[in-house]
Nanobody, 123 residues
Framework: QVQLVESGGGLVQPGGSLRLSCAAS????????MGWYRQAPGKQRELVAA??????????DSADSVKGRFTISLDYAKNTVSLQMDSLKPEDTAVYFC??????????????WGQGTQVTVSA
């Protein structure tokens, strides 16, 4: 079993910055994908940004709405993904969920979710 522990949410004014971190622990042979989703009230959960581990080099996917403002990074030594969020807007307000797809030899690839951390952007 894998646990994802998130930190870094909170209240920030428009134009401000926050940094989210998520540490994965437990049995982890290999992380395939790790990233962040968000869900605003009354809306579906959506991808914010994620890093996919590939033999030829990692690739990053991110929502158009956050490109140029959010930066995702993954520390494989610590199994930790971070999301640096700059120039925050009120529409970034949501619960942010850490997501990881982890491979173990006995289970294959399994997707895990964190419990979520609230990000509120308001004056």
């Amino acid at each position: 079993q894998v646990q994802l522990v998130e930190s870094g949410g909170g209240l920030v004014q428009p134009g401000g910055s926050l940094r989210l971190s998520c540490a994965a622990s437990g049995r982890i042979f290999k992380i395939n994908v790790m990233g962040w989703y968000r869900q605003a009230p009354g809306k579906q959960r959506e991808l914010v940004a994620a890093i996919t581990r590939r033999a030829g080099g990692d690739t990053t996917d991110s929502a158009d709405s956050v490109k140029g403002r959010f930066t995702i990074s993954l520390d494989y030594a610590k199994n930790t993904v971070s999301l640096q969020m700059d120039s925050l807007k009120p529409e970034d307000t949501a619960v942010y969920f850490c997501n990881a797809n982890v491979y173990n030899m006995d289970t294959g690839s399994v997707t895990y979710w964190g419990q979520g951390t609230q990000v509120t952007v308001s004056a």
